[in-house]
């Protein structure tokens, strides 16, 4: 078990557990957090899973922990590990079971006033639009070939078949669509569960949020996303529902055989991994590339029919119903990107599990307008708290393998908040306060609780001491929706 005395202080933000603490790492660990999130850390296993992940074979740098750590499946949640490519291994653990889990956020000119009143009407008209739920169907059901399309295609399948825009697309990582995905890799059942779930939100931590835009702390960024004080946002937090599931539990099972067969010692059997260059690597990574584009065309889906909700409850009522998109990230996904480590540009295999891509400013992939300023990163807080609008670095992009945290973090379990939290009472604080809210159910409102989580103000101001973040905007809620 770590302990704080293992670690050696570099910051008030940064902490680092050198190879020495133990012979089998191949790099240190370097955590970025402040006393208080580390000891509020010691209750659960990520720092000795962040350990564990630093004994995979090929790792180059640092195994990277951010401040919303919290114990996962093999890799802690908040991890990133970057592998040498071809010849490193790609572990599912370290990406994820919700591939390309995500937040996209859209913008409007509504000012906060003008919408109050409809308010309860406009969360009755996104519930209805939006599906949530454990195995909820969505509006759209595809046939094995269209589903082929859309794990190919991506939000390009959505921009082809009238439910996005060129700029959606334009906004969001990777354009929408991460080449190299190969339907042929996903196994029946992962089709059974994915055929009839795009364009639904699922349930957990997953959610859509109508947000008011409360402090603006970069007005020349903000005006560029069209960031406006006082107006109206929303977020759609969710990813790959089922399939994206099915795909990690079915490489699991079948990594467990290929660490036998190419020798690969483990302190973990939830680390299994497979090389790289390996038929299994390379299924592995066509195969959650499939999950990563369903999870894109997903939350496209999702913001067409948040555009519906918004005509629905406001058209004719309010000057300017229109949403326009911020951005769209990804939180759970393997990139393979070319990084500076140790004065050498290498390409690797960025596993992000819990943690935002955050390249800063000249990233050539990013939409013109966003290149001067960096990345865009957006950062929601638990349900009934304050969520964020961040920017990559310079120093993102040099020292955390251009990544950041992705969310307030948990510091209770899902079974925890149920005991502790009752759902109906929560409902009641959220309204008392003026939060509208919708959920499908009261125990799972209670297990999302803002009580089960850490303060995502303090996750913030971490990130952002160390340089790996700067702050755009804090957006509060007015509304939410949850299966």
Same mark, same amino acid.
């Given at each position: 078990?770590?302990?704080?005395?293992?670690?050696?202080?570099?910051?008030?933000?940064?902490?680092?557990?050198?190879?020495?603490?133990?012979?089998?790492?191949?790099?240190?660990?370097?955590?970025? !957090?402040?006393r208080r999130l580390?000891?509020?850390?010691?209750? %659960?296993?990520?720092?000795?899973?962040?350990?564990?992940?630093?004994?995979?074979?090929?790792?180059?740098?640092?195994?990277? $922990?951010?401040?919303?750590?919290?114990?996962?499946?093999?890799?802690?949640?908040?991890?990133?590990?970057?592998?040498?490519?071809?010849?490193?291994?790609?572990?599912?653990?370290?990406?994820?079971?919700?591939?390309?889990?995500?937040?996209?956020?859209?913008?409007?000119?509504?000012?906060?006033?003008?919408?109050? =009143?409809?308010?309860?009407?406009?969360?009755?008209?996104?519930?209805?639009?939006?599906?949530?739920?454990?195995?909820?169907?969505?509006?759209? +059901?595809?046939?094995?070939?269209?589903?082929?399309?859309?794990?190919?295609?991506?939000?390009?399948?959505? &921009?082809?078949?009238?439910?996005?825009?060129?700029?959606?697309?334009?906004?969001?990582?990777?354009?929408?669509?991460?080449?190299?995905? %190969?339907?042929?890799?996903?196994?029946?059942?992962?089709?059974?569960?994915?055929?009839?779930?795009?364009?639904?939100?699922?349930?957990?931590?997953?959610?859509?949020?109508?947000?008011?835009?409360?402090?603006?702390?970069?007005?020349? *960024?903000?005006?560029?996303?069209?960031?406006?004080?006082?107006?109206?946002?929303?977020?759609?937090?969710?990813?790959?529902?089922?399939?994206?599931?099915?795909?990690?539990?079915?490489? $699991?099972?079948?990594?467990?055989?290929?660490?036998?067969?190419?020798?690969?010692?483990?302190?973990? +059997?939830?680390?299994?991994?497979?090389?790289?260059?390996?038929?299994?690597?390379?299924?592995?990574?066509?195969?959650?590339?499939?999950?990563?584009?369903?999870?894109? !065309?997903?939350?496209q889906i999702l913001?067409?029919?948040? @555009?519906?909700?918004?005509?629905?409850?406001?058209?004719?009522?309010?000057?300017?119903?229109? &949403?326009?998109?911020v951005y769209d990230?990804?939180?759970?996904?393997?990139?393979?990107?070319?990084?500076?480590?140790?004065?050498? +540009?290498?390409?690797?295999? $960025?596993?992000?599990?819990? !943690?935002?891509? !955050?390249?800063?400013?000249?990233?050539?992939?990013?939409? =013109?307008?966003? @290149?001067?300023?960096?990345?865009?990163?957006?950062?929601?807080?638990?349900?009934?708290? *304050? /969520?964020?609008?961040?920017?990559?670095?310079?120093? /993102?992009? @040099?020292?955390?393998?251009?990544?950041?945290?992705?969310?307030?973090?948990?510091?209770?379990?899902?079974?925890?908040?149920?005991?502790?939290?009752?759902?109906?009472?929560?409902?009641?604080?959220?309204?008392?306060?003026?939060?509208?809210?919708?959920?499908?159910?009261?125990?799972?409102?209670?297990?999302?609780?803002?009580?089960?989580?850490?303060?995502?103000? %303090?996750?913030?101001?971490?990130?952002?001491?160390?340089?790996?973040? +700067?702050?755009?905007?804090?957006? $509060?809620?007015?509304?939410?929706?949850?299966?």
């Amino acid at each position: 078990m770590v302990k704080i005395s293992d670690l050696v202080k570099i910051s008030d933000y940064e902490w680092e557990i050198p190879k020495s603490a133990n012979p089998k790492m191949q790099v240190p660990v370097r955590i970025f !957090a402040t006393r208080r999130l580390l000891e509020m850390a010691m209750v %659960d296993e990520s720092l000795q899973q962040a350990v564990n992940s630093a004994m995979l074979p090929g790792l180059v740098g640092h195994v990277l $922990v951010m401040p919303d750590m919290h114990q996962g499946y093999g890799f802690p949640i908040g991890g990133v590990a970057a592998t040498r490519y071809p010849d490193g291994v790609i572990s599912p653990g370290g990406i994820g079971y919700d591939i390309n889990c995500g937040v996209r956020l859209l913008a409007s000119q509504i000012d906060v006033d003008e919408v109050a =009143p409809f308010l309860e009407e406009l969360t009755v008209a996104l519930d209805r639009n939006c599906p949530s739920g454990v195995g909820k169907e969505g509006h759209i +059901r595809l046939t094995d070939k269209e589903l082929d399309e859309v794990c190919i295609h991506g939000s390009r399948w959505a &921009l082809k078949n009238g439910y996005a825009t060129q700029s959606d697309l334009a906004r969001t990582e990777e354009s929408g669509c991460v080449d190299g995905a %190969d339907p042929q890799t996903i196994s029946k059942r992962a089709r059974e569960r994915g055929r009839d779930q795009l364009g639904t939100l699922g349930a957990g931590n997953h959610f859509l949020e109508v947000d008011l835009i409360e402090q603006i702390f970069d007005p020349k *960024a903000a005006e560029v996303m069209g960031l406006k004080e006082g107006c109206i946002a929303v977020q759609i937090h969710c990813g790959s529902r089922g399939f994206g599931h099915q795909i990690c539990s079915d490489y $699991v099972d079948e990594f467990q055989g290929a660490v036998k067969r190419y020798g690969i010692q483990l302190p973990d +059997r939830e680390l299994v991994c497979a090389p790289l260059n390996s038929p299994e690597g390379q299924r592995y990574l066509k195969a959650m590339r499939c999950a990563a584009n369903f999870a894109f !065309a997903n939350r496209q889906i999702l913001a067409y029919y948040t @555009r519906r909700a918004f005509e629905e409850a406001l058209a004719g009522k309010v000057k300017n119903w229109h &949403l326009h998109q911020v951005y769209d990230i990804a939180h759970n996904m393997g990139k393979i990107e070319v990084h500076e480590i140790d004065g050498e +540009r290498l390409k690797v295999c $960025v596993h992000r599990k819990g !943690a935002t891509r !955050a390249f800063g400013p000249g990233f050539e992939d990013l939409p =013109p307008e966003y @290149r001067p300023i960096g990345q865009p990163v957006l950062v929601p807080g638990s349900m009934g708290t *304050a /969520s964020w609008v961040l920017l990559g670095t310079e120093e /993102s992009t @040099r020292r955390s393998f251009a990544s950041t945290c992705h969310g307030a973090g948990r510091t209770m379990s899902r079974a925890q908040a149920k005991k502790k939290i009752w759902g109906e009472e929560l409902r009641n604080a959220l309204r008392s306060r003026g939060i509208h809210v919708r959920a499908g159910s009261l125990s799972g409102l209670a297990e999302e609780a803002p009580e089960a989580y850490k303060d995502v103000d %303090d996750v913030v101001e971490t990130v952002v001491g160390a340089g790996i973040a +700067r702050k755009v905007a804090r957006l $509060v809620p007015l509304a939410v929706v949850k299966g």
